[in-house]
């Protein structure tokens, strides 16, 4: 199993709600990211975990709230979204946090997230 | 100035033609370099690993220079396939831990018949 898999698809959410997504990869990968992605834009690095520590905070706002149950699943937990929000969410994995070809990622296709 | 910076684009080439994209990095401390690809609506996917020696997939063509801090993607013969956007991704240690993956802001290609 070679793929990283995310779900939902798509999510429409009012300001008021709590959601969550979630994301799942069975390649042994012990590094996952959470990433956002704007229309035109290249993806921003949200999360990043790294044996189910988290290790990279990039300043997100605590609206995001990552979790890291197991070394397979990764959720993002979303609470008092703001419309600025709405993006693609991407999650990634890698083998590890190490050097070279062991950090590169691969991705998850995405949840369409739009907050009205 | 952005940590990581790529020709503007877009390119519009023809089929067959050969085409070139230049990345630069600004922080010395930047450790691997990467090519993705990322088709309109889609996930970013790994294209090649960049090597300090260069590398070579088939039509694809990857260069890093350490001294200058820059990358290089050649690719030759273009398909129609090819039309994507390709973006240099460079990690590095921060001072904190971990790792950082900072992405340019990319470069799309539209190979035209």
């Known amino acids: 199993d070679t793929e990283v898999t995310q779900t939902p698809k798509h999510l429409v959410m009012g300001m008021t709600n709590k959601k969550s997504l979630k994301c799942e990869q069975h390649?042994?990968?012990?590094?996952m990211y959470w990433y956002k992605q704007k229309a035109k834009k290249p993806p921003e690095l949200m999360f990043v975990y790294s044996y189910e520590k988290l290790s990279i905070n990039e300043s997100v706002p605590s609206r995001f709230s990552p979790e890291c149950p197991n070394s397979s699943l990764l959720n993002l937990h979303l609470h008092a979204l703001q419309p600025e929000d709405s993006a693609l969410y991407l999650c990634?994995?890698?083998?590890?946090?190490?050097?070279?070809?062991?950090?590169?990622?691969?991705f998850g296709p995405g949840t369409r997230l739009t907050v009205l | 100035r952005k940590e990581v910076e790529q020709d503007p684009g877009p390119f519009n080439v023809p089929e067959g033609a050969t085409v070139a994209f230049n990345c630069t990095y600004s922080n010395s401390a930047s450790q691997s370099f990467f090519w993705y690809r990322q088709d309109c609506r889609k996930e970013p996917k790994l294209l090649m690993s960049v090597y300090s020696s260069g590398n070579e997939d088939g039509r694809f063509t990857a260069q890093l220079n350490r001294a200058s801090q820059y990358i290089s993607l050649l690719i030759r013969d273009s398909k129609l396939s090819d039309s994507a956007t390709y973006l240099c991704v460079v990690n590095r240690a921060p001072r904190t831990g971990g790792f950082k993956t900072i992405f340019g802001a990319g470069t799309r290609l539209f190979v035209k018949a």
């Open positions: 390649m042994g990968h012990r590094a």
């Open positions: 990634a994995s890698s083998q590890d946090q190490g050097f070279g070809t062991r950090t590169w990622q691969f």
